[in-house]
Nanobody, 127 residues
Framework: QLQLVESGGGLVQPGGSLRLSCVAS????????IGWFRRAPGKEREGVAC????????NYADFGKGRFTISRDSAKNTMYLQMNSLKPEDTAIYYC????????????????????WGQGTQVTVFS
């Protein structure tokens, strides 16, 4: 059983930055892709970014390209989502999710392929 816990959300002014963290526990085998998803109030959950198990491949949603950066520190079992130039429309609950047993690449378009999810962390961008 893989457990994921997000942190780092909060209140930030437009144009500001946040770095979200996702700590994985409960598994000694570090072979899983990680995806970051978000859900704004009244909207469907959408993919933000994902990173492969080895960290050599990433995918980003169009709205995050040039602003968001996903990374992982395997030694710490921690994944990150660095968000810069935040906009009010980035306000959402952000979730990290793991797809186990995936050695190459990552899937951003289908959330249903992910096996484990964290509880989410709230990001609010306001002026």
């Amino acid at each position: 059983q893989l457990q994921l816990v997000e942190s780092g959300g909060g209140l930030v002014q437009p144009g500001g930055s946040l770095r979200l963290s996702c700590v994985a526990s409960g598994s000694t085998w570090n072979t899983y892709a990680i995806g970051w998803f978000r859900r704004a109030p009244g909207k469907e959950r959408e993919g933000v970014a994902c990173i492969s198990a080895s960290g050599d491949s990433t995918n980003y949603a169009d709205f995050g390209k040039g602003r968001f950066t996903i990374s992982r520190d395997s030694a710490k079992n921690t994944m990150y989502l660095q968000m810069n130039s935040l906009k009010p429309e980035d306000t959402a609950i952000y979730y990290c999710a793991a797809q186990i047993g995936l050695f190459r690449g990552c899937v951003l378009s289908s959330e249903f392929e992910y096996d484990y999810w964290g509880q989410g962390t709230q990001v609010t961008v306001f002026s």
